[in-house]
């Protein structure tokens, strides 16, 4: 069994997230025929997982409200072309009968001769990502599989660029100018509250964020696979300042407005294995 091949690769240039509800009586059994290869990646919800290692999202409230908004199934389309996409998506949506999409959100790759892509903000997205070997156990269990924590976050971006830039530097940590960490960034810098490494154990994750932008709208889809759901807890209830009280500075323009876990099996010969 290996992982499924559209986790390790970077951000592509279009993706879509399809997160969907079972319908009464369905089960996995349409899934076994999906080919899963470098423009799918799939997810399953607790409810039907048969892994007692994933559950569902748990909703933050306080200062900070972050909900639950739990779904069965997210397909994630990996591509370059709006069009394969939509064609992809109709496809297996057909192929799907006993299930019904709830959330669709189109993302894309904001700088695309860039290696690391952009949040709408300008900062770079995903800069302490782990790489290499160090990637890999950070996004996956020993059998290959994965777990993802996936948000739709929308942003108030006119309220952020009212800021002057060296306040905006002081939300995210790092100088856009050069994406350097600044030494002397206070205590809310998103880069102070989400330090993988200051966490104990770790809290390493892999993300695959997308900008996403509708309807006069827009924001960031917050995707990141795990070896478990722990680290993504973890973020969390630092960022919303559970842990000490200080609250992210993220949360000064932006919000998230859907929140849902996911256990991407693994795969053999392009197929999911669902059962160990």
């Given at each position: 069994?290996?992982?499924?091949?559209?986790i390790?690769?970077?951000?592509?240039d279009?993706?879509?997230?399809?997160?969907?509800?079972?319908?009464?009586?369905?089960s996995?059994?349409?899934?076994?025929a999906?080919?899963?290869?470098?423009?799918?990646v799939?997810g399953?919800?607790?409810?039907?997982?048969?892994?007692?290692a994933v559950?569902g999202f748990?909703?933050?409230?306080?200062a900070?409200?972050?909900?639950?908004?739990?779904?069965?199934?997210?397909?994630?389309?990996?591509g370059?072309?709006?069009?394969e996409?939509?064609?992809?998506?109709r496809h297996?949506?057909?192929?799907?009968?006993?299930?019904?999409?709830?959330?669709?959100?189109?993302?894309?790759?904001?700088?695309?001769?860039l290696?690391?892509?952009?949040?709408?903000?300008?900062y770079?997205d995903?800069t302490?990502?782990?790489?290499?070997?160090a990637?890999?156990?950070?996004?996956?269990?020993?059998?290959?599989?994965?777990?993802l924590s996936l948000?739709v976050w929308?942003?108030?971006?006119?309220t952020?660029?009212?800021?002057?830039q060296?306040a905006?530097d002081?939300?995210?940590?790092?100088?856009?100018s050069?994406?350097?960490e600044?030494e002397d960034?206070?205590?809310?810098a998103h880069?102070?509250?989400?330090?993988?490494?200051?966490?104990t154990?770790?809290?390493f994750?892999?993300?695959?964020?997308?900008?996403?932008?509708?309807?006069g709208?827009?924001g960031l889809?917050?995707a990141?696979?795990?070896?478990s759901l722990?680290?993504?807890e973890?973020?969390l209830?630092r960022?919303?300042?559970?842990?000490?009280?200080?609250?992210d500075?993220?949360?000064?323009?932006?919000?998230p407005?859907s929140?849902?876990?996911y256990?991407c099996?693994?795969v053999?010969?392009?197929?999911?294995v669902?059962?160990?």
């Amino acid at each position: 069994m290996t992982s499924q091949p559209g986790i390790l690769p970077g951000i592509p240039d279009l993706g879509r997230y399809i997160e969907l509800r079972a319908k009464p009586g369905a089960s996995l059994k349409a899934l076994e025929a999906l080919k899963i290869d470098q423009g799918l990646v799939v997810g399953i919800g607790p409810r039907l997982a048969g892994n007692d290692a994933v559950y569902g999202f748990k909703a933050l409230s306080g200062a900070v409200d972050i909900p639950s908004t739990q779904a069965d199934l997210l397909l994630w389309l990996r591509g370059n072309d709006a069009g394969e996409i939509a064609t992809r998506a109709r496809h297996l949506l057909q192929a799907l009968p006993e299930f019904e999409p709830v959330r669709v959100v189109n993302g894309f790759k904001f700088g695309v001769d860039l290696e690391i892509g952009l949040d709408l903000s300008g900062y770079e997205d995903g800069t302490e990502n782990p790489v290499d070997a160090a990637a890999n156990a950070a996004a996956f269990a020993p059998d290959g599989s994965s777990f993802l924590s996936l948000q739709v976050w929308e942003h108030d971006l006119a309220t952020f660029e009212a800021h002057p830039q060296a306040a905006q530097d002081d939300i995210f940590g790092r100088r856009r100018s050069d994406n350097e960490e600044m030494e002397d960034a206070p205590e809310f810098a998103h880069v102070k509250r989400t330090a993988q490494e200051s966490f104990t154990p770790e809290a390493f994750v892999l993300r695959r964020s997308m900008p996403w932008s509708e309807g006069g709208r827009e924001g960031l889809v917050f995707a990141a696979f795990g070896h478990s759901l722990a680290p993504f807890e973890a973020l969390l209830n630092r960022m919303a300042g559970f842990e000490d009280g200080i609250i992210d500075g993220l949360f000064t323009f932006t919000h998230p407005v859907s929140g849902a876990n996911y256990w991407c099996p693994p795969v053999a010969s392009g197929k999911l294995v669902l059962k160990g």
